[in-house]
């Protein structure tokens, strides 16, 4: 049996996955893409092969000579539960209830303005509070004209049928201002 041990120095590109978010400024199933960046790594490895089959590899060193940047998706917020179904892998409806919605910032919440909800996520747009009596705490909902969010925050004057729904803009808070909505708890 013949042994070699080889040390070889290979490029790997590196291709992140693209974030996508839903926003309400594009009509639902329209996107605007900005691209990313593929990286590039240099991989040294170690490789013992026995008669010409590899029995071991061992990367020796990994150093990243560019960094990679995601693609990043802006995707049209479906407005209907069924445009939801059709577009996302949230087509389980766990509940449906009449709500009075409000809407806040990060910075303007009265009783704990530091930027993090109550499980301890950014508050940012997509982060709804509720009262987890009704909806739990983690539970994914989705409100037309809003879009998909995660319930992770909690508020003093969020009581029973009530839902405060976080913008990313103080303006688009006070816009928003008091309305009825339909929220849609659901799952994949």
Not at 66 to 73: D, E, K, Q, S, V
Not at 86 to 103: D, F, G, Q, R, S
Not at 121 to 145: C, E, K, N, T, W
Request: proline share 6%.
């Amino acid at each position: 049996m013949r042994v070699v041990t080889r040390i070889t120095t290979r490029r790997v590109h590196v291709t992140p996955d693209p974030i996508i978010e839903f926003t309400p400024n594009l009509a639902p199933g329209k996107r605007a893409v900005v691209r990313g960046s593929d990286g590039l790594r240099v991989v040294t490895e170690r490789v013992t092969m026995w008669d010409n089959v590899a029995v071991e590899r061992a990367v020796v060193s990994s150093i990243t000579v560019r960094g990679a940047r995601a693609a990043h998706i802006m995707e049209g917020a479906p407005r209907t539960f069924s445009q939801l179904a059709a577009n996302t892998p949230y087509h389980k409806l766990l509940h449906v209830y009449a709500m009075e919605a409000t809407a806040y910032t990060a910075l303007t919440a009265k009783a704990n303005p530091t930027g993090y909800t109550a499980n301890g996520m950014r508050a940012q747009y997509g982060i709804v509070a509720v009262d987890p009596g009704i909806i739990p705490l983690g539970s994914h909902v989705f409100i037309p004209g809003y879009g998909l969010a995660i319930a992770a925050d909690t508020g003093g004057a969020i009581i029973g049928h009530r839902i405060d729904l976080c913008m990313d803009q103080y303006g688009d808070a006070v816009r928003f201002g008091r309305q009825p909505v339909t929220v849609y708890v659901v799952d994949r």
